[in-house]
Antibody
C-alpha cells in the first residue's frame, strides 16, 4: 500500500535551518506530483509547496517563498524540504502528501514530523 | 488570495445527518475536496472533485458544490465521525493555487 514517512523534524533556533525528508513507497513515485502541508499547533492546515513529477515545476506559498526549497530524488523515492531562516511562526507539524495535479487533491498523507522553532 | 469561510463547529446526534459548509466566491466553479482529521492523526481525504469518494470511505459521506457554497454531508452519523473537517480548493490559474478552509469541528452528541 501507499506509504509516506516523514523525518528530520526537531527543535531549531530562530534563523536556523532544517531539512525534512519524506520516504515514499507503494506507488510509482516518479509519476506523481508531491507536496508539503503544515499545521501549527492547534491550528488549521496550510499548504506549503508542491513539486512536479520531474521536479521542473515548483510552487510555494507566499509565507515560505525565498526561505524554503522543495526537491525530490526519484531514484531514492524521496521528497525533501530545505527550510532556512526559520521563524517561530514556522513551528508546525509538516506533512508530505501525494498530490493529484489534474484535480488538486492530496492523498494520502504521511504521519507528519514536528518542527519547533524556539530559542 | 481566495478565502474560504466555514462554521467553526457543528454538533449532531448519532444517527442524524451532519452538514458542513464551505463558502467562497463562486466556489461552484472550482474543484472542492474534503479531509477528515482525528486528534493526533494525519488528515484523510474523504471527498474529492466535489462529490467523489476515495475507496474505503463509507457511502454515508457525500458532497455538493454550487454557487458560493460547497457542502459535506455525513448521513447516519456515528461516534467515530467526530473529527475536524477541512475543505480545500484548487485553482491552477491562481498565484495561490491551493487554499484550505479553517476547519470545522464535528461533535457527535
Amino acid at each position: 500500500q501507499v506509504q509516506l514517512v516523514e523525518s528530520g523534524g526537531g527543535l531549531v533556533k530562530p534563523g536556523g535551518s532544517l531539512r525534512l525528508s519524506c520516504a515514499a513507497s507503494g506507488f510509482n513515485f516518479n509519476d506523481y506530483y508531491m507536496s508539503w502541508i503544515r499545521q501549527a499547533p492547534g491550528k488549521g492546515l496550510e499548504w506549503v509547496s508542491y513539486i512536479s513529477s520531474s521536479g521542473t515545476t515548483i510552487h510555494y506559498a507566499d509565507s515560505v517563498k525565498g526561505r524554503f526549497t522543495i526537491s525530490r530524488d526519484n531514484a531514492k523515492n524521496s521528497l525533501y524540504l530545505q527550510m532556512n531562516s526559520l521563524r517561530a511562526e514556522d513551528t508546525a507539524v509538516y506533512y508530505c502528501a501525494k498530490f493529484t495535479i489534474f484535480g488538486g487533491w492530496f492523498d494520502p498523507w504521511g504521519q507528519g514530523t514536528l518542527v519547533t522553532v524556539s530559542s | 488570495s481566495y478565502v474560504l469561510t466555514r462554521p467553526p463547529s457543528v454538533s449532531v446526534a448519532p444517527g442524524k445527518t451532519a452538514r458542513i459548509t464551505c463558502g467562497g466566491n463562486n466556489i461552484g466553479s472550482k474543484s472542492v475536496h474534503w479531509y477528515q482529521q482525528k486528534p493526533g492523526q494525519a488528515p484523510v481525504l474523504v471527498i474529492y472533485y466535489d462529490n467523489d469518494r476515495p475507496s474505503g470511505i463509507p457511502e454515508r459521506f457525500s458532497g455538493s458544490n454550487s454557487g458560493n457554497t460547497a457542502t459535506l454531508t455525513i448521513s447516519r452519523v456515528e461516534a467515530g465521525d467526530e473529527a475536524d473537517y477541512y475543505c480545500q480548493v484548487w485553482d491552477s490559474s491562481s498565484d495561490h493555487p491551493v487554499v484550505f478552509g479553517g476547519g470545522t469541528k464535528l461533535t457527535v452528541l
